[in-house]
C-alpha cells in the first residue's frame, strides 16, 4: 500500500535530487523520496540515540581519553 | 600520556548548547583546543550566544571547510545539517578524531569515516574522571538534564544512567561520592 504526498522543499534539494535520478543512482524521485524517509526514520530511531548514551556512559566512566 | 592531536576535538552545536545550559562548559577544559565549524557557531550563537563566551574553553571559529564527495555522499544519507556536516568536513581536514555531538544522525555518519564521537552525558561523566568535577557534582548535573536543557532522553534512561554511574563510582576506590 503507498500513499500520495505533496510538500513544500527548497529548489536546491530538489535540483540535487533530479541529479541523482539523472546519473542513475535512483531510478525517480519517487525512489528518493522513499529511500530519503527511510533513512532518516532508521538514523532518528530512538533506540539508536539510547544505544549512543549507553556507549557514552561507557566511555565516561573508563574510556582512556 | 595525552598528545596535542588527541586533546583537540570538533563541536556540533548540542554539546555546547546542553553543557552552556548546566553551567558545565568546564567539562572541557582539559582539551588543548575545540574547532567549532562556522555553520555550528552560528548555530550556537543564535540560541546560546553566551556558550561562546566561555572563558574555561578553547572555542575556534572555523571557517566552512571544502567540502568533499565522501561527506556529501553522507550529509544526502543521513540528512546532515550544514552544521553537522562542516564538523565532519573539519574532521577529515584536520586529522581530528573526535566529534562532540549529541545527534544520531551525525554520530552515524562519523561512525562510517571513522571518527568517534561523545554527547553532552559522556562529557559530564567523563568530567569526573579526568578530575574536571566532583562525582556528586556531576551526578546533580545530570539530574538536572530534563529541567535545564533541551537534550531528549527518556527519563527511565536518565535514571538508568545516573544509577549506573553511581554503582560504578561507588565501587572505585578512588573516587568519594560525598
Known amino acids: ?65 | 600520556m595525552v598528545t596535542i592531536k588527541s586533546a583537540l576535538v570538533v563541536a556540533d552545536a548540542g554539546p555546547l548548547i546542553h553543557l552552556d545550559k548546566l553551567s558545565a562548559l568546564d567539562v572541557l577544559s582539559d582539551y588543548t583546543a575545540i574547532f567549532v565549524p562556522n555553520a555550528v557557531w552560528l548555530e550556537v550563537f543564535h540560541h546560546r550566544p553566551q556558550a561562546l563566551q566561555a572563558s574555561t574553553v578553547k572555542l575556534i571559529r572555523q571557517l566552512a571547510p571544502t567540502p568533499t564527495a565522501k561527506v556529501d555522499a553522507l550529509s544526502a544519507v543521513y540528512t546532515l545539517h550544514h552544521g553537522e556536516r562542516e564538523a565532519l568536513e573539519l574532521c577529515l581536514n584536520h586529522s581530528v578524531n573526535t566529534l562532540l555531538s549529541d545527534d544520531s544522525a551525525a554520530r552515524l555518519a562519523a561512525k562510517s569515516l571513522n571518527i568517534a564521537t561523545h554527547g553532552t552525558i559522556g562529557l559530564l561523566v567523563r568530567a569526573a574522571r579526568q578530575h574536571l568535577r566532583a562525582p556528586a557534582e556531576i551526578l546533580t548535573l545530570l539530574e538536572l538534564i530534563p529541567q535545564q536543557t533541551t537534550l531528549h532522553i527518556r527519563p527511565t534512561l536518565l535514571n538508568e544512567v545516573i544509577e549506573q554511574v553511581k554503582f560504578e563510582w561507588k565501587s572505585n576506590p578512588t573516587i568519594t561520592l560525598t
Open chain 1, 1 to 65: 500500500m503507498t500513499c500520495a504526498i505533496q510538500a513544500e522543499i527548497p529548489d536546491q534539494l530538489w535540483q540535487q535530487a533530479q541529479t541523482l535520478v539523472s546519473q542513475g543512482w535512483a531510478s525517480n524521485m519517487d525512489a528518493v523520496i522513499n529511500e530519503s524517509l527511510r533513512r532518516y526514520l532508521e538514523s532518528h530511531q530512538d533506540v539508536l540515540a539510547e544505544s549512543f548514551i549507553k556507549e557514552d556512559v561507557e566511555w565516561g566512566l573508563n574510556g582512556n581519553n
